[in-house]
């Protein structure tokens, strides 16, 4: 069974950062694209970005929202991906989803979610 | 970007509608677009995906269409567990852009 679980969210200053771990489980996590999509309290989803495969060269990319103040990276050996969040805002205060993205190119497997809340 | 605009916001329904809900693309996306189910509290499921192809274990009741920048999702009989925000994404561009939602509550 495939199992993504999101750790590491909590209260975190305006300005400051955190890191965001999605253990995976039940599938060749090495294989896979992996996604980060957040939702605002009551909002929409948004794509925050993605990391590729090695055969991809672990490429990324990002949502302009994120650019420059979050990296996502992964760890093939650990089955664990990452999002190092940097420079936080209020604006940044959501729900983070890790996503494997299945080989068809669509986002199939979502973990529970993660709360990041920016405030003071 | 490509700025997906999902309508209606809100839909009150009754158990058996057949209910449609729209996505329109700002720029043509082929079919790359998928279809998610969420429920309160609990992360959005993939219900269809390539515009019209649903996904293994989806009710065959939802289906989906369009191609180029319409698309639409049906749900032919509107069942209890089917309230819910439904959301559309395209993933013909980065960013991977979703619509804004669309709440499905009981009339």
């Known amino acids: 069974e495939v199992q993504l679980v999101e750790s590491g969210g909590g209260l975190v200053q305006p300005g400051g950062s955190l890191r965001l771990t999605c253990a995976a489980s039940?599938?060749?996590?090495?294989?896979?694209?992996m996604d980060w999509v957040r939702q605002a309290p009551g909002e929409g989803l948004e794509w925050i970005g993605r990391?590729?495969?090695?055969?991809?060269?672990?490429?990324?990319e990002y949502a302009a929202s994120v650019k420059g103040r979050f990296t996502i990276s992964r760890d093939d050996s650990q089955n664990s991906l990452y999002l190092q969040m940097s420079s936080l805002k209020a604006e940044d205060t959501a729900v983070y989803y890790c996503?494997?993205?299945?080989?068809?190119?669509?986002?199939?497997?979502w973990g529970q979610g993660t709360l990041v809340t920016v405030s003071s | 970007d490509i700025q997906v605009t999902q309508s209606p916001f809100f839909l009150s329904a009754s158990v058996g509608d057949r209910v449609t809900i729209t996505c329109r693309a700002s720029?043509?996306?082929?079919?790359?677009l998928a279809w998610y189910q969420q429920k309160p509290g609990k992360a959005p499921k993939l219900l269809i995906y390539?515009?019209?192809t649903l996904q293994s274990g989806a009710p065959s009741r939802f289906s989906g269409s369009g191609s180029g920048t319409e698309f639409t999702l049906t749900i032919s009989s509107l069942q209890p567990e089917d309230f819910a925000t439904y959301f559309c994404q395209q993933l013909s561009t980065y960013p991977l852009t979703f619509g804004g939602g669309t709440k499905v509550e009981i009339k």
């Open positions: 720029q043509v996306i082929g079919t790359s």
């Open positions: 039940g599938f060749t996590f090495s294989d896979h694209f």
């Open positions: 996503i494997r993205r299945d080989n068809n190119g669509y986002l199939n497997y």
């Open positions: 390539a515009a019209s």
């Open positions: 990391i590729r495969n090695k055969g991809d060269s672990y490429s990324t």
